[in-house]
């Protein structure tokens, strides 16, 4: 096993869960605080207009990425499979097949993000004085899409083998490289939204290169070796089978988010940046979520893999645990917080804040749903289900949604009552993914365990 790797399949539970998860938390933390100064470079350098431009694409970008996103969930799963259960070859072939589509991947989403935008953003009402901008920066931001891919299905993979300080370094250099470029290009260039997207993608192509030199220096199956890299049909049907679903699940939440904020668009200005910020502060409490939802899959993955279905119901009780505490912990801080944390993104309009303030009043309070949520179908996809999550995923949530938005929305039309649709779907969902989980662990336990060769 190397040196970084943590055990998955024996040992504590709750202290390896917690020791994998951390690195995960500050990864995504680190990632969100990156993102973060550029909104606050921009607030503080260029108003609340670059603030607004940049929070409006939000929802276009997850509902483009989200899709291709869906294939690395599909190769750590397939990993954490192959690891738990001995199967270095198939781990190899999985390894050398997902760097090659994440290279493709990224390409196909350069030429549709960089050709739909301003059609896209357009059917996203997207505000008249922010389309120019943010037209710019979703073109600019896109043209980083392959280094972005090969990063992401690169630490899935590490992840997946148990190493999950090694993301955490590498975004860290990635991250101040990117801070740095941000303050050169909008304060000395004065090149305002473009610096901001163009240090991004300078900032993901140094991280994709520290990945895949990592996972080059590995001694076990997901060592990456040039000469090698190929797409192997087995793998990569595996891959697809597991990482479709979960990619077309990602982008119809993200569809039925872009309508929500289409719908927040309609509001104005003021609105749409307080909404932004409040977004973007939103998303520290989810990395906190996801964290655990990745724990929990690769958890559940690698003990399926050794037939050790009695510990993947040890791993739900315990991820679950964990998230409740710290979403309910998490959420509550920020709502707290709201307004100054709020101002360090806004510094020209007192309105657009005091609309921040309402969005995490209406999410951060009931986010340990979220995180409910977020581990429930972390386990399920590391037991290898994913068309069945997806397809109640698409009931409980997108569809719940744009039913809120046409009939629920229209009895009381204010952005408040629009967000309320957040904690009401995230509940909904968690019902129905422990109900799959139930049905799943219910057959795997009825199995003999794999017999060792």
């Known amino acids: 096993m190397q040196k970084k790797s943590i055990d998955m399949t024996s040992g504590p539970l709750f202290s390896n869960i917690i020791r994998f998860t951390i690195p995960i938390i500050l990864t995504g933390l680190l990632q969100l605080l990156f993102n973060a100064a550029d909104l606050v470079v921009l607030g503080q350098f260029c108003g609340s207009d670059s603030v607004g431009a940049v929070g409006s694409t939000g929802s276009l970008i997850n509902l483009l990425v989200n899709l291709f996103m869906g294939l690395s969930v599909g190769a750590g799963v397939t990993v954490a499979q192959g690891l738990g259960s001995g199967r270095e ?19 196909m ?120 890299m190929c797409i192997c049909r087995v793998p990569l049907l595996r891959m697809v089978r597991i990482g479709v679903p979960a990619g077309i699940q990602g982008s119809l939440f993200s569809i039925s988010n872009v309508l929500i904020q289409s719908t927040i668009n309609g509001f104005g200005p003021a609105v749409v940046s307080g909404f932004a910020a409040g977004g973007n502060i939103e ?23 050794a037939g050790r279905y009695d510990r993947v119901r040890k791993v739900i009780r315990t991820s679950l645990l964990c998230v409740a505490v710290a979403g309910v912990l998490f959420g509550t801080l920020i709502w707290a917080l709201a307004e100054p944390l709020l101002g360090l993104y806004i510094t020209d309009s007192t309105k657009a804040i ?17 995180g409910l ?24 949530v997108c569809v719940f949604r744009v039913a809120w938005v046409w009939w629920v929305f229209p009895l009381s039309p204010t952005p408040a009552f629009l967000f309320v649709s957040y904690p009401v779907t995230w509940g909904l969902n968690f019902l129905a993914q422990t109900g799959i989980y139930a049905v799943l662990i219910r057959r795997r336990l ?8």
Not at 89 to 107: K, N, Q, Y
Not at 446 to 453: F, H, Q, V
């Open 283 to 305: 998303g520290f409490a989810y990395v906190m979520m996801n964290s655990f939802h990745q724990s929990a899959m690769n958890f559940a993955g690698q003990n399926v893999g």
């Open 109 to 228: 989403l350069t030429v549709l993000g960089f050709f739909l935008a301003p059609a896209l953003l357009g059917w996203m009402s997207v505000p008249t004085e922010y389309m120019a901008l943010s037209t710019l920066y979703v073109q600019i931001y896109f043209l980083g899409m392959v280094p972005q891919m090969v990063y992401n299905f690169g630490a899935a993979i590490l992840r997946a083998a148990g190493d999950t300080k090694s993301p955490l370094l590498f975004l860290l250099f990635a991250g101040v490289l990117n801070v740095g470029l941000n303050v050169l290009f909008v304060t000395a260039f004065r090149m305002d939204v473009a610096g901001v997207a163009l240090a991004t993608s300078l900032s993901q192509t140094l991280s994709a290169v520290l990945v895949v030199w990592a996972l080059a220096r590995r001694t076990d199956g997901c060592r990456f070796m040039w000469r090698r």
């Open 446 to 453: 009825r199995r003999p365990k794999p017999t060792e060769t």
């Open 89 to 107: 070859e198939e781990v190899s072939r999985t390894v050398h097949t997902a760097l090659p589509v994440a290279a493709i991947s990224g390409a």
């Open 373 to 396: 949520m977020e581990v429930s179908s972390g386990v399920v996809r590391g037991m290898g289900a994913s068309l069945l999550p997806m397809l109640l995923t698409v009931l409980t």
């Open 354 to 370: 005091e609309y921040g303030v309402i969005r995490l009043t209406v999410t951060c309070l009931p986010y340990f749903l979220c």
